[in-house]
């Protein structure tokens, strides 16, 4: 059997005797490598700052439109009891029935009610997926799925031959 601690240095020697192969003169494979992997990374990361900055924006629309149906809804709690009383007793003081009377000032209420809703599912409807992040991911996903492996060299007995990737 075989040492592991050997494998590993045997292995480590291995890596280490590849001479570096450059392209163009400028890097070498590794630093395009690792240069290509910095720049993958970073564009993944933009996208989901892109996400979440998306993200940020519809939960603040939702937020207004969730306030505005709090707000709707704790006015129409407190004032009606004492508004209606109100209204109802003033709408009874210029001739009409009591039961009249309050029947107007309810569906008065209801009516205000119905445009308050109206007003948040607007609100509401400009709520959307994060578009430009879905596109921004298509894209990206279109530009890797095009990208073609380039020749990598074959080491021979001390000769390096370029392969060409079918």
Do not use: C
């Not at 590794?30 to 993958?40: C, K, N, P």
């Not at 700052?49 to 006015?75: H, N, P, Y």
């Not at 009249?100 to 445009?115: P, R, Y």
Request: aromatic letters at 6%; charged letters at 15%; zero cysteines.
């Amino acid at each position: 059997m075989s040492d592991p601690g050997s494998h590993v240095a045997v292995t480590t020697g291995a890596v280490d005797a590849v001479p570096a192969v450059r392209l163009n003169g400028d890097r070498s494979l590794g630093q395009l490598v690792s240069s290509a992997t910095a720049e993958v990374s970073a564009l993944v990361h933009d996208e989901i700052a892109l996400a979440k900055a998306e993200l940020r924006q519809d939960v603040k629309r939702g937020v207004t439109g969730g306030a505005a149906i709090g707000i709707a809804a704790v006015f129409a709690l407190f004032s009606l009891p004492v508004l209606s009383f109100a209204a109802a007793y003033g709408i009874h003081n210029w001739g009409l029935g009591l039961a009249w009377s309050f029947l107007i000032v309810g569906g008065a209420f209801l009516l205000i009610a119905g445009l308050l809703a109206l007003i948040a599912l607007r609100k509401f409807k400009k709520v959307k997926p994060p578009e430009k992040t879905i596109a921004s991911a298509k894209e990206t996903a279109a530009v890797l799925q095009t990208v073609k492996p380039h020749p990598r060299p074959v080491h021979e007995a001390g000769k390096t031959v370029a392969r060409s990737s079918a």
